[in-house]
């Protein structure tokens, strides 16, 4: 089975039925673990049950019909007696599916208000994600730093204690933010902020995709949400707070990252690869901590060194379509240039 379709799988499919293939936590709205989710969980199970019981009075009734009233041997086969217009039914097929559109309004609309007011504590954490083109921009502006593609959050032991506030924002088109266990989709709209939260109660790493078609790598714009133990939380903030120590033998690589359009895209936080006013450095993923992500390209490809290597060589391979160029460089340079990055834990 290919990668790309049991990504898919894993987006529609129940956790059972995958369990042999994939061992990670699937996007299943099902098994929600945050306040949000439940709501959408429950309106969705609502939903499904009236449009289960809608379907089966109309199958029922059409299966008796059928069946009943099937062409038999010896059937005259003129038009049987035509019957036009009762009013009691007319109304009531007009009444009773006014009344369950309007259940449904007012179950929607009372979620989505009691997801939106919902109040948030005042030591929230806040987080603002930016979707480009294809991947996601994490930044923890409180803490000052930013990172990519992967959100790492504080557990929530109860439920809304310590939730992150996420301030949604584009670069570019519309894309839209999902990790099916914790929330609904939100779009993340050009020059428009949509802000939600999340609270989850469990550990573990949430998987969520980009839920608006934004071009080519549209399905290789994935995400990932980090739930930690607070303290955790805390010691990666501070690990992402601080810059990986100089490490000598990763000079010449340092070298060449600099002395490459690397800096135009990229920013390294305290190097001369920082990111300028004039928006350089900001086009691509932050790589001050590139080598702590658990994968690259916005979860495309594992982060080892042989896929750092490969990348770098030629991001078009594993990513067709992304806006890194291959930039031709020597076998030499690419190892000193990956060597230098897989320092920046
Ligand atoms: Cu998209």
Known sequence: MTKRFRRLLALTLSPAILAGLEERRVGNIFQTVATPGDAVRQSAILVLSIAAGIFLVVATVAAYAIFRFRRRPGDDLTEPPQVYGSTQIEIAWTVIPLLIVFVLIGVTARVVAGVQDHPIPKDAIHATVVGHQWWW???????????????????????????????????????SFWVPQLAGKTDVIPNRENVMWIDPRETGIYFGNCAEYCGTQHAGMLLKVIVHQKAEFEAWVASQQQVAAEDASAAAGRATFESLACVNCHAIRDTPAQAGHTGRGKFGPDLTHVASRLTLASGVITNTPEHLREWIRDPQVAKPGNFMPAMQLTEQQIKDVAAYLETLK
């Open 137 to 175: 921009e994490i930044r923890y502006p409180d803490y000052g730093f930013t990172t990519a593609n992967e959100l790492h959050v504080p557990v929530s032991e109860k439920p809304g204690e310590t939730p992150t506030v996420l301030r949604l924002q584009s670069m570019d088109v519309i894309h």
